[in-house]
């Protein structure tokens, strides 16, 4: 069902979204919200978080990959547990190889 909601905007540009419109979008103050312009050249209000510079790492496509990676290894039952960091340790240390020499 199709809802019209009016902005008065002041001086300075700003406006108050309507309570019922930050309700479906599920926003609330110090929320961010991106105004993206669509192909038909409207509008859409899209609901948005701000990642820290120090987590951007996480978000890049070749990191996503390999998360989506490990997920499907640990659902498959391809992944090793441990219980302890001792366990942990002879584990990663299990996994080293010998440096190999030069001729």
């Known amino acids: 069902m199709a809802t019209t909601a009016f902005l008065t905007f002041d001086k300075k540009g700003c406006t108050t979204l309507p309570e019922e419109v930050r309700r479906a979008l599920g926003v609330g103050a110090g929320d961010f919200l991106l105004l ?4 038909r050249g409207t509008y859409e209000l899209v609901p ?8 951007l790492w996480f978000h890049h496509p070749e990191m996503q990959a390999r998360v989506r990676r490990a997920e499907e290894e640990i659902a498959s039952g391809r992944s090793t547990r441990t ?6 340790q002879a584990l990663l240390d299990s996994l080293k190889t010998e440096p190999r020499q030069c001729p």
């Open 83 to 88: 219980e302890t960091p001792a366990e942990a």
């Open 36 to 39: 993206e312009r669509t192909d």
């Open 48 to 55: 948005a978080t701000l990642v820290p510079n120090d987590q």
